[in-house]
């Protein structure tokens, strides 16, 4: 496991998280936060990776070919995304007008297909935790953009997670033989919390990343404090995601739907 707290190190423009090229830690990936101004411009043209854009915040227009799309998200925590995949060789430009920041990831991938915005109408959504479970700490809302269900021909996965503040998500703990990316935004810059992988405990910030390539995983945000994560995942070869979850045994238990039951009586 292997975590990055860039604080006071965001600046404008293309922050590097993961640079495959030099280091990938296991992910197969390159991953960044851009972050622009009004009347910024980005732009992504590459030759043999895919690629992912999602607007964290803000308002951008998104052009990749001959289309278009004008992107709106004041936050992650009360609007839905704008999350673009595109193939290699898609000439993407990325228009800011305000402050805003989005989430890029790549892979290699050799296989050609059709660009696809998803938007807040086609988000994927699962309430999970929502009936009480656990007395409702596990409470949160699963979003996913693209998987190998809706987009096979991706050599990845993406999506979101809105952790409730004091909640805990990816939870029971659970693992995958896929490598995962997440990528922590609070909705206060000094917001936190805690995430476990194979034995580890980290604390998670603003802007934060964590990289969990073996091992059962969980976290818990602080009270008070509300989470929105993206989780990125690259399927292995001949190995792709599919919605795999190995829950730790010890604590399959968790999953019964009386499952506190023995510890509050009236």
Partial sequence: ????????????????????????????????????????????????????????????????????????????????????LAPRRTHIT??????????????????????VMYTPETVQTQHAGANGELMGAMRREIKTFFDYDNMPESNMVLGEVLSYPGKWSSYPPHHHPQPEVYFYRYDHPQGFGAGFANGDIYKTTHNGMSVITSGFHSQVTAPGYALC???GIRHLPGDPWKKTRIDDEEHEWLWKSDANEHIFKE
């Fill in 1 to 84: 496991m292997t975590y990055m707290d860039k604080g006071n190190e965001i600046v404008r423009g293309y922050n590097t998280y993961i640079d495959s090229s030099t280091d990938d830690m296991g992910t197969q990936m390159d991953v960044g936060l851009l972050v622009m101004e009004d009347g910024d411009t980005f732009v992504i043209d590459e030759p043999e990776k895919e690629t992912a854009v999602l607007l964290f915040e803000g308002k951008v227009t998104f052009t990749w070919g001959e289309e278009k799309c004008e992107a709106e998200r004041p936050d992650c925590f009360r609007y839905e995304a704008y999350c673009l």
């Fill in 94 to 115: 990325l228009a800011a007008h305000g402050h805003s920041e989005l989430y890029i990831q790549k892979t290699l991938n050799e296989r050609d297909y059709r660009a």
């Fill in 229 to 231: 994560y993206s989780w």
